[in-house]
């Protein structure tokens, strides 16, 4: 937001320096990112009259100009494309100093003496324009001291408006946010609205088929318009802004929508089918030329506004190339309107298409302040335009806006800022800032918030209030201090602590994500689950629209962004939030997700070999196994499970003490492809609060072991459906008390064992702790297990 200081004094008042206005902006929170000078003094400039055109002798894209200076006549080689015979321009004669500091002398130009220039808006430092000489208003006598026209140089404030202040988005805006720091008063515009007697209801009708995507629309008819020039101070404001001069008609338009922040739209009501407007979704397979004259397809979910046959603009982004202010234009309908933020900011963001209309639409505008644009617009069009206002307006605005009131103590105020202001005090600031103070009393009162501040819903919110325009300097910083509270639990997070200890210490890098995704990812990695998410309605980006319901779509696309910039290989988690809704409300899940890259589990002299599907499954399932070791989990397994996400087939489901805490598989081609990840992608995702049962469980004291161990082995030929799981809850049932520990070592199939056949090998460790075991103690130890898992599976078992 481009803030011209002079401008911004025709509606309040301040005694302070630019410098230090800017540093009180940036403290109240409407950070000042420049300060520019624009213009200089014009010294020995004037007003030129151009009294005759002619073609320069040897240069086509030249021409030779007299121009009249108030006291002579003088010779001007000019190569402006738009420069004509009666015009009045800023001409600098010999000896000025243009604003990049060349100095004029007299020159010859391809043989032809020139005695001076006649400016653009760049050579005088107004903006960065070159297109042409700037055309001034006629009415200026030639001679004039161009310093009469445009005034002193102009300093212009470059802020940065956070996306929750869309008030600050206009001249106003800013006033009332300096106005209750100076603890001045704000000046509102003053006007009349002179209205003839025909009424709007007999030129137009409005119909409106989407109320939820335009809440509020009004029209207004104008008519015997003349087209031209706006005035020059106008012209001037505008430019310092950014934005380009056209006309009076649209520059009234651009210059109400920067002065009170509203965008408006008028519309040639003759090239309108009808004469009417509508306000509908856009059909399938509808398109529009907008008015950059780009031919754009329409998708159903698109707000358009039409006439009688076909749309005319793009609601709240842009208007059509058909209906535009043109040179002969005369009757004019102006919109003015109140669009669904949400939808705006996703037409825009689908059409590539960024205004200043859609800017502050897809931030929020004032639903109240839609009537006050519109007349605002309608009167300076009648004043600079010559238009003939049609009586009354067509509003359609079927849900009026509630006034939000949000209670205000003032105790609470002063403790949590730390400060000792009175009642008064609190009162002033709110009443500064445009907000009603209602039955004020000893305790507090009640704030009745204005529709252009709807960032205000809590008291907390008044109290940030009070605080940036109180000064946050004044706040106290008082010692830090630390408060025993006796019967405060953190196990919790002293659990989560500690389980994140331990992934730091398997070698994974902890990762933080956002919250807030996009419909677009959750949809990649699972469509199905679209009911149990939770949507803003409001977001301020579509890609930041939907609370996440799993960690794993942005451990993925972490991996992603990790090996599009080279990284091959890294291990990562993330412990955060989950997010759902369901018949009772909302629900917040605590999650930890895994995810590997690359040859992570590989010694460094076969980092280069392809990457298998089993290979990766197995590291990250060892991750899990030395993470639930390592927490003291000892009652968990794994079970096949399908889900979208994965690779059929390379799932599976992860229970803890009988139930499902998450689930780790490796991740789909079809979606890992989006980041042009070509090796497999394995990914664990797990509730947190069922890894954290063991959390300062003590465990068994058992005695060092004395005695050396024996170790055997055993491999089983068995069908592919028996499991690992299966076979060690059998080596569990039948193990003596001697049994240390069960290893699979080995899986193995071919062709030599027979189709549908596999080859495991254990490895089990013997040891008492009461003497040496001998060879034959630990072989018969080892053939009742072995007879074990023969009887219970009816399986072949040899010696590994």
Not at 112 to 135: K, P, T
Not at 526 to 548: C, E, F, G, T, Y
Not at 584 to 612: A, C, F, H, Y
Not at 617 to 626: C, D, N, P, S, T
Request: glycine residues 8%; hydrophobic residues 40%; contains cysteine.
């Amino acid at each position: 937001m481009k803030v011209p200081v002079s401008w911004l004094r025709e509606y309040v008042d301040f005694d302070d320096a630019v410098e230090g206005l800017a540093e009180k902006l940036t403290f109240s929170g409407t950070e000042v990112e420049g300060i520019e000078t624009v213009g200089s003094d014009y010294a020995g400039m004037v007003v030129g009259e151009v009294r005759k055109v002619e073609r320069h002798p040897d240069a086509d894209r030249l021409t030779l100009c007299t121009v009249f200076d108030g006291k002579e006549e003088k010779q001007v080689v000019c190569g402006a494309p738009n420069v004509r015979e009666g015009m009045k321009s800023p001409f600098a004669p010999v000896g000025s100093v243009l604003a990049d500091g060349t100095k004029l002398k007299k020159a010859k130009i391809r043989g032809v003496e020139s005695q001076g220039m006649l400016c653009a808006e760049d050579e005088l430092g107004l903006s960065d324009d070159h297109a042409g000489i700037i055309e001034l208003d006629g009415t200026w006598e030639a001679g004039t001291p161009l310093s009469d026209v445009f005034g002193p140089p102009d300093v212009v404030l470059d802020l940065e408006i956070t996306p929750n202040r869309p008030d600050c988005l206009s001249m106003i805006g800013i006033a009332r946010e300096v106005a209750a720091m100076y603890r001045t008063r704000l000046r509102l515009p003053e006007f009349e609205l002179a209205e003839s007697d025909a009424a709007v209801e007999e030129l137009t009708k409005v119909c409106v088929d989407d109320p939820a995507g335009c809440p509020r629309y009004t029209a207004r008819v104008l008519k015997d318009i003349v087209i031209g020039p706006a005035p020059q101070w106008m012209q001037r404001r505008l430019t310092l802004a950014g934005i380009r001069p056209i006309n009076n008609i649209v520059d009234i338009t651009n210059y109400v929508l920067l002065e009170c922040g509203h965008p408006l739209h008028a519309f040639d009501q003759t090239l309108l089918d009808g004469g009417r407007i509508g306000v509908r979704r856009a059909k399938k397979g509808e398109k529009i030329a907008t008015l950059d004259e780009i031919d754009r397809e329409l998708t159903t979910d698109m707000l358009v506004i039409t006439d009688a046959m076909k749309p005319v603009a793009v609601a709240g982004v842009m208007g059509g190339a058909g209906s535009e202010i043109r040179d002969d234009t005369s009757t004019v309908l102006l919109e003015s309107a109140c669009f669904d933020q949400s939808s705006v900011r996703h037409t825009s963001k689908a059409l590539g298409l960024t205004t200043e209309s859609s800017y502050r639409f897809s931030r929020g505008v004032d639903i109240g302040g839609v009537e006050w644009a519109s007349q605002r617009a309608a009167a300076l069009m009648a004043e600079h335009a010559g238009a003939k206002i049609a009586r009354g307006v067509i509003d359609v605005y079927p849900k009026p806006a509630q006034a939000t009131e949000v209670p205000c103590t003032w105790r609470k105020v002063n403790s949590l800022l730390g400060l000792q202001a009175s009642a008064d005090e609190m009162t002033l600031v709110f009443e500064s800032l445009g907000l009603e103070v209602k039955e004020p009393n000893e305790e507090g009162c009640t704030v009745v918030v204005p529709s252009f501040r709807r960032d205000l819903t809590r008291e907390v919110d008044l109290i940030e209030e009070f605080s940036r325009i109180h000064g946050l300097d004044k706040i106290p910083s008082p010692f830090p201090r630390a408060e025993v509270v006796p019967d405060a639990e953190d196990r919790h997070a002293r659990a989560v602590k500690v389980c994140r200890d331990h992934l730091v210490g398997l070698g994974l890098r902890e990762i933080m994500n956002y919250s807030l995704v996009s419909e677009q990812l959750l949809d990649l990695f699972d469509s199905s689950n679209k009911d149990v998410r939770i949507v803003l309605p409001h977001p301020i980006s579509a890609d930041q629209s939907v609370l996440r319901t799993s960690l794993i779509p942005q451990m993925v696309e972490t991996i992603g962004r990790n090996r599009a910039r080279q990284i091959s290989e890294g291990s990562f988690f993330e412990i955060g939030r989950a997010y759902f809704k369901d018949g009772k409300g909302t629900r917040e899940v605590e999650r930890l997700s895994i995810g590997l890259l690359g040859p992570v589990g590989r010694p460094l002299l076969k980092k280069r070999q392809p990457l298998s599907n089993t290979e990766a499954f197995l590291w990250v399932k060892g991750a899990l196994e030395a993470l639930l070791e390592a927490q003291g989990i000892c009652d968990w397994s794994v079970q096949p499970k399908e889900m979208a996400l994965y690779e059929p087939g390379q799932s599976m489901s992860i229970l803890i003490e009988g139930k499902e805490a998450g689930s780790m598989g490796l991740v789909r081609k079809r979606i890992r492809s989006e980041w042009r990840l070509s090796d497999p992608v394995p990914v664990i995702e797990l509730s947190v609060l069922p890894l954290l049962t063991a959390f300062q469980a003590v465990s068994p004291i058992r005695p060092v072991a004395q005695y050396p161990s024996v170790v055997r082995d055993m491999a089983i030929l068995l069908p592919e459906a028996i499991t690992h799981a299966q076979i060690m809850e059998i080596i569990t049932n039948a193990a003596p008390k001697e049994l240390e520990s069960a290893r699979l070592f080995d899986i193995f199939s071919g062709e030599g064992l027979g189709d549908g056949m596999k080859s495991m090998a254990y490895s089990l460790t013997y040891r008492s702790l009461e003497r040496t075991m001998t060879d034959e103690e630990a072989n018969g130890l080892h053939e009742a297990v072995k007879d074990a898992v023969r009887k219970a599976l009816g399986v072949e078992v040899r010696e590994g």
